[in-house]
């Protein structure tokens, strides 16, 4: 019933930017907190951003102050403005929402790849 649509990968040099977007929608969806998480290949799924209603953004040590998240007021729709991209950000990003009611969706995932 809920769904999270991804969009804004692609392929990009390093050093420079990208922005992803993710679009949550279904009846009665209403999230508490939004993020984005990436996973390379052979590399355990890791944290690049998240932010929770009443809360401050949380980053990933590895992204902390090359990416900034934000989100609409409803917390329907996230990005990741990512700048400064280096060759290790090349990974899967997922879209990640909790709802209040305490349930985790996810995205299909969209690929990212810094490469010169």
């Known amino acids: 019933q809920v769904q999270l649509v991804e969009s804004g990968g692609g392929l990009v040099q390093p050093g420079g930017s990208l922005r992803l977007s993710c679009v949550a929608s279904g009846s009665g969806f209403v999230s508490k907190t939004m993020g984005w998480y990436r996973q390379a290949p052979g590399k355990q799924r890791e944290l690049a951003a998240r932010?929770?209603?009443?809360?401050?953004?949380v980053y990933g040590d590895s992204v902390k102050g090359r990416f900034t998240i934000s989100v609409d007021d409803n917390m329907s729709t996230v990005f990741l403005q990512m700048n400064y991209l280096k060759l290790e950000d090349s990974a899967v990003y997922y879209c990640y929402a909790k709802t209040w009611a305490g349930f985790d969706h996810w995205g299909q995932g969209t690929q990212v790849t810094v490469s010169s």
């Open positions: 932010i929770t209603t009443g809360g401050s953004p």
